[in-house]
């Protein structure tokens, strides 16, 4: 087993691997900006290195600042969290040609799964269900509008090296594809360095469903269930719950399938999601693989008992999977609010002093979070500050241990997304399990 | 051993200055710089809370939030401001902490601190002389040290003249970003 890991990341998801190391007895190295030089997960480590000032760029995406500091401390693994270096495939290289081993795929599944028309060409080629679009890459007008043609109106045309809601275009009717197909290419290449775009047919009011699998190195590709990640904000989860309210024992067992052998068409390891798209008619469609751990993992680790954390170390350590398909039992049901510092009607961020922290507790929560009392939520990262993620019998029994964690929560000094998770738990049709990707656009008008 | 001395690989790094006044004015809570006028209305809400014996009050407007709070049995008073506009362009005022060691009696004194992450080394091999002891007198440009990092030897110049007054990292010790390395007395001269 790995001796000392470096963990190149912050706040709740570095201290969420700080945890696990220390379970496995594996000795930990937080890295921090100037910024962060008093945060907990510094704190919590065994040693810890200051990689640069404030601004990303320069301190936790710095690649050789981060590959110094575990240089100098003698770490053997960096684990890189989610975000910053974790779906960089160059990182993943240079860790794997100096000998630091790098705690996710291999660069060359990050660099391919990263291509997301080329994973779409991959998985169709495999005879399974993609969302009806552009073979490949577009490269022409004229070929857009063939394409585009072909799948039929409405369409979004995306960035292939996008995500996170980057680079897309919706096109409702042929006259608009040409200037959306060059403003979508702008916008790729002065966002992603990269300008080719594909297009697929736009769903009205889908739901995403994306799927957990794990993989060892011999091949063994297991699934850990579904969640569901309808409710978003610009094109960003705010909410998740599994198993999803629409998905059947049946449509379960089909969708998991295909996201094992998705994976298995490449020879993934480690750790990844599969995110489809559900119509309203249940039929569902690939869209692309998440060559990391993702920020909703822990209500997968809810419902199975794995430590989704510690397999991943364990398989970058070269272990095969601890067990098989058919030892996972999907147990009640879980669901996670991310708290994000930010204005709960306008969503824009609200960074500040947090002068009263106090996490709630009790049976069936639990708080991911590198918060505490006078602490400064600093401008310069992301806004999520804390996930609740609660456990029951049911949904109905996770949400009502949702609407009391809600309730105990105290964070005094900002504004957050609290109130908002209140009034998403109050909707009825939220409590029935009606809603799909535009269910908070809907919600916020009215 | 040989090692460093036989790479040839030298790249200059531009070390970063933190000057002892900029270091003192960030050592503070974090809060920007408040206007005349903006300082009178926190005093008028303080003097509020008081009179109406409140221990809270936030109010908002035109994107600016003060928050203030009066506990009468710490008797300590605290005021936080957030500004978007403001607080995007002076990112410097969240205080770093590395450079929160270097208020000492040394006024005057500028910190050399490490540009990258990586070995301090104060000589260029084992077996030469450092490139500066304490009380030798610099000249801008001139070369301080080797930080080395990824198998490359950064050599650490002078931004100034000055007399080195203090060496603050042990040769061959891992230094962080930021972490002070000399203090330099910039008013000496030869």
Known sequence: ?446 | MSKRASNKSKKNKKPVIVSQAVASTQSGEGSPLLSGQQTKQIQELIDLLKKNSLTEMEIEREGLRIRVRYETGQRTMMATVQDPGMSVSSPASYAPATTGTLIEDTTGMITIASPIVGTFYRSPSPDADPYVEEGDYVKKGQVLCIVEAMKLMNEIESEMNGRITKILAESTKPVEYGQSLFLIDPTATS
């Open chain 1, 1 to 446: 087993m790995f001796k000392k890991v470096l963990v190149a990341n912050r706040g709740e998801i570095a201290l969420r691997v700080i945890r696990a190391c220390k379970e496995l007895g594996i000795q930990t190295v937080a890295i921090c900006s100037e910024a962060d030089a008093s945060s907990l997960h510094v704190r919590a480590a065994d040693e810890k290195v200051c990689v640069g000032p404030a601004d990303a760029a320069l301190s936790y995406r710095n690649i050789p600042n981060v590959l110094s500091a575990a240089e100098i401390t003698g770490a053997d693994a960096i684990h890189p969290g989610y975000g910053f270096l974790s779906e960089n495939a160059h990182f993943a290289e240079v860790c794997e040609s100096i000998g630091v081993k790098f705690i996710g795929p291999s660069s060359e599944h990050i660099a391919l799964l990263g291509d997301k028309a080329k994973a779409r060409e991959i998985v169709a080629g495999r005879g399974l269900p993609v969302t009806p679009g552009s073979p490949g890459e577009l490269k022409s007008e004229q070929g857009a509008l063939e394409a585009a043609d072909k799948v039929g109106y409405p369409v979004i045309i995306k960035a292939s090296a996008g995500g996170g809601g980057r680079g897309m275009r919706v096109v409702n009717k042929a006259e608009d594809l040409a200037r959306a197909f060059q403003a979508a290419q702008a916008e790729a290449k002065t966002t992603f360095g990269n300008d080719a775009v594909y297009l697929e047919r736009y769903f009205l009011e889908p739901r995403h469903i994306e799927v957990q699998i794990v993989a060892d190195h011999r091949g063994h590709v297991v699934h850990l269930g579904e969640r569901d990640c309808s409710i978003q904000r610009r094109h960003q989860k705010l909410l998740e719950e599994t198993p999803s309210p629409a998905v059947n024992e049946k449509l379960r067992r089909e969708i998991c399938r295909v996201a094992v052998e998705a994976v298995k068409a490449v020879h993934y390891r480690n750790v990844g999601t599969v995110e489809f798209l559900l119509d309203k008619d249940h039929n569902f469609f690939f869209m692309e693989v998440n060559t990391r751990i993702q920020v909703e993992h822990a209500i997968t680790e809810m419902v199975t008992g794995i430590d989704l954390i510690k397999e991943q170390i364990r398989l970058a350590d070269g272990h095969s999977l601890s067990f098989k398909q058919q030892d996972i039992k999907l147990n009640g049901h879980s669901l996670e609010c991310r708290i994000n510092a930010e204005d709960p009607e306008k969503f824009t961020p609200c960074p500040g002093m947090i002068t009263k922290y106090s996490a709630p507790g009790g049976f069936g929560v639990r708080v991911d979070s590198a918060m505490e009392s006078n602490m400064m939520v600093v401008p310069f990262y992301d806004s999520m500050i804390a996930k609740i993620i609660t456990h029951g019998r049911d949904r109905q029994e996770s949400i009502a241990r949702m609407r009391r964690a809600l309730d105990e929560f105290v964070i005094e000094g900002i504004k957050t997304t609290i109130p908002l998770h209140k009034r998403i738990l109050n909707d009825p049709d939220f409590q029935k399990g009606h809603v799909s990707t535009s269910f908070l656009e809907r919600f916020l008008t009215s």
